[in-house]
């Protein structure tokens, strides 16, 4: 809903209240919802502005920079005009939200006739509010834009920056600093939106939490400024490298981003979570229930045929897998990471037949069929870089980088974007796939293509992409999409609004899922997140878990497994055929329930996570600890539940437990931190593994009303 006294504005969310002052490019008041009638009268003026500019005065961090005609770097954008729209504005070729809404748009103008549009869009089911820019030149010659920020907003106090970095195999670990007397910059140079710095920050203070999310894959850039009381963030395409000519007439879109206000991080999460599920996911399999899975990787990597990757389908299909996913190596001359990306034809040397015959032989199993195909890539030992050298992203006269072995394809290019959606096209309809793992394993450096301006180069690769994407998916809507990017690199809302599921990272050791995990719910739901059970030992941390702890982790996102099935032990064959079946029976509530941190994985005495349902008559909750000599396991708090139901808790029967644990309790009780499990380390299998971590998972289930 909003509202409208002259020109200042009351946007209003379920439980939230934003006015703005368009004349004064104002914020008046940002937070928890006002009930009060009366307040235009008492919301006059505040120092905290909408967009920042050169020129004016100001010599913080900016989100408005351009060159004029003249050659000058300063603007003064002076309110036009404000309106309210029906429908949401249509962002072209990029990712952005959808769903009933009402969108404010705001209209400020230079002298030099160059305007700067400002959209918010409301929702009625989601306190989280979508923000864009735009930038239309008026002018008689071409002006430069320099940088242009999805969103501002300045806010009353101190803050702390919260943002979710790591690496490759560690992506999104929390962190937060105290904002104080300078800028606190997030950002990514890497072409993606990077294993290292996730495009999701909140900025935490007395009065709340305040989340912003940019639904953008490329290089991006999330700032905070302290100055006289105010604190300004900042989020949008990084200005690093970026230079975009927009000629007499033209507008330039930048990509959305969403801000939401919470009273505590677990409520902004929720918002996040409803956000991303209902207005960025969409299609087929938005609130479809996603199938168990095998992933051919780490159980076979490039060394399979058909005969063998029928046997693991046949193991599969007992245990009582639903897809079985034939990864890396069954294309081109394949058989390692030096050759082929490109040449999307059957490796027939290699299978042994087509790969359309081995996919029917694989549904002969009674498993569906998916496959991986990194299309973004091209090895120079293939017949695409030999025939077609100039698809390949390179610098003339330099040395590329080499990074896996490989090159990048020029995205920028409309033939290379045209090739891509034909060779993807061409593999998913002769195999029949139901799922398409898209994965995408280096970072840009030689970023150069011919007849794009160097400072519109990463922008104009990542418009490709989304181009191609969207075509695609559009082709084949039946089809389930899971993107990935070496693990966790392009794990963000600019994807989830093409594929609905990620893969979260490359790293499956369950102590470091469950951090990455944790680190992830901060922003997205649980069911975007791929999570799999792999070998013990773990191949990226060689640490061993038992079996149970495995899945049990697992199951905080959507459940596979990437493991050689025919390896594993009768007894194991059996207790994976057991988590199965108990995960198909709650996997709706595993997958789409209110979703919940439970203790601080980041160096808390436990971690986990509860899954509840909108009703909560039912929640399943999994507890992590690491055993410390002579101390004594952790005292535990469940969330999310209702106090004045009387639960049922049980703990799921897992091979390393002996106890079948059972009792009845309050809500409140059960949330009180007081819970205290005596043979939580009871784990029978852990002289078994190397400093393994102890994991239950319980169910919870109404018995009454207290």
């Not at 990077?194 to 999701?200: I, L, V, Y």
Request: hydrophobic content about 40%; charged content about 25%.
């Amino acid at each position: 809903m909003i509202k409208k006294k002259g020109t200042v504005y009351r946007l209003e969310t379920p439980a939230t209240t934003l006015v703005l002052k368009a004349d004064t490019a104002q914020i008046l008041y940002y937070g928890k919802k006002l009930v009060s009638a009366d307040w235009c009268e008492a919301l006059r003026s505040s120092p905290c502005r909408l967009f920042s500019e050169y020129g004016q005065g100001d010599f913080n961090e900016q989100s408005v920079l351009l060159v004029n005609a003249d050659g000058g770097f300063s603007t003064n954008f002076v309110y036009s005009k404000s309106k309210i729209l029906a429908e949401k504005p249509v962002l072209e070729n990029l990712p952005s939200s959808y769903g009933e809404s009402k969108t404010l748009e705001l209209k400020y103008v230079d002298a030099t006739k160059v305007a700067l549009y400002l959209y918010y869009t409301v929702f009625e089911d989601t306190d989280a509010i979508a923000v864009s820019a735009k930038i239309v030149n008026g002018a008689k010659k071409e002006i430069h834009i320099k940088k242009l920020a999805s969103v501002q907003a300045e806010l009353t106090g101190r803050f702390e920056f919260i943002t979710f970095n790591g690496a490759w195999a560690r992506e999104r670990r929390k962190n937060a600093r105290a904002v104080c007397g300078g800028t606190f910059v997030n950002e990514s140079r890497a072409g993606a939106s990077s294993h290292a710095h996730n495009p999701f920050v909140m900025a935490k203070g007395e009065k709340g939490v305040f989340g912003f999310h940019l639904l953008y894959s490329g290089n991006h850039k999330e700032s905070m400024t302290e100055y006289d009381g105010v604190t300004r963030v900042i989020a949008g395409i990084n200005d690093f490298m970026f230079d975009w000519t927009l000629g007499a007439g033209e507008e330039f879109c930048a990509p959305e981003a969403a801000m939401c206000y919470a009273e505590t991080e677990d409520a902004l999460s929720r918002q996040m979570h409803a956000f991303a599920a209902e207005h960025v996911v969409r299609g087929k399999w938005k609130k479809r229930e996603r199938p168990v899975l095998v992933n051919s990787w780490e159980g076979a990597y490039f060394d399979f045929n058909a005969d063998s990757v029928v046997e693991m389908a046949k193991v599969s299909k007992d245990l009582g897998a639903e897809l079985f996913v034939l990864d890396d190596g069954w294309f081109g001359r394949r058989n390692d990471d030096t050759s082929s990306l490109g040449d999307w034809s059957d490796n027939v040397e290699k299978l042994g037949c087509t790969l359309a015959e081995l996919a029917e032989r694989v549904r002969g199993c009674g498993l569906k069929f998916g496959i991986w195909i990194e299309p973004e890539m091209i090895s120079e030992e293939s017949e695409l870089f030999r025939s077609r050298p100039a698809y390949a992203m390179r610098v003339p006269g330099r040395t590329p980088v080499r990074l896996r072995n490989q090159l990048a394809l020029n995205m920028a290019d409309e033939k290379v974007q045209n090739f891509v959606v034909r060779t993807v096209s061409d593999v998913i309809s002769r195999c029949g796939a139901s799922y398409v793992k898209w994965d995408y394993n280096r970072m840009l450096t030689d970023c150069f293509g011919k007849g794009v301006a160097a400072g519109e180069y990463f922008h104009r690769y990542m418009l490709g992409v989304y181009k191609v994407i969207s075509k695609v998916v559009k082709r084949f809507p039946f089809v389930l999409f899971e993107g990935c990017a070496g693990g966790g690199a392009r794990f963000d809302l600019g994807m989830m609004s093409y594929f609905p599921q990620i893969w979260t990272s490359d790293n499956t050791d369950a102590r470091d899922r469950l951090q990455i995990q944790d680190g992830s719910s901060y922003g997205y739901p649980q069911s975007v997140m791929g999570a799999h059970v792999s070998a013990s030992p773990n191949h990226q941390s060689g640490d061993s878990h038992p079996l149970e702890t495995r899945f049990n982790v697992a199951c905080g996102g959507l459940l596979g497994y990437e493991l050689d099935v025919r390896k594993l032990s009768e007894k194991d064959k059996k207790t994976v055929a057991a988590q199965i079946s108990f995960y198909k029976e709650h996997r709706k509530l595993l997958q789409f329930g209110n979703f919940y941190r439970l203790g601080d994985s980041f160096g808390g005495d436990y971690g986990g996570f509860i899954s509840v349902s909108p009703d909560r008559g039912a929640a399943i909750a999994v507890i992590a600890a690491e055993k410390r000599t002579n101390v004594p396991p952790p005292r535990v708090a469940f969330k999310g539940l209702n106090p004045a139901y009387v639960y049922e808790v049980t703990a799921r029967r897992q091979e390393n437990y002996e106890n079948n644990l059972s009792f009845t309790a309050g809500g409140d009780v059960l949330m009180c931190g007081e819970l205290f499990f005596p043979d939580f380390y009871d784990d029978a299998s852990a002289r078994e593994n190397s400093g393994c971590m102890y994991t239950r998972m319980f169910l919870i289930k109404k018995q009454k009303n207290l």
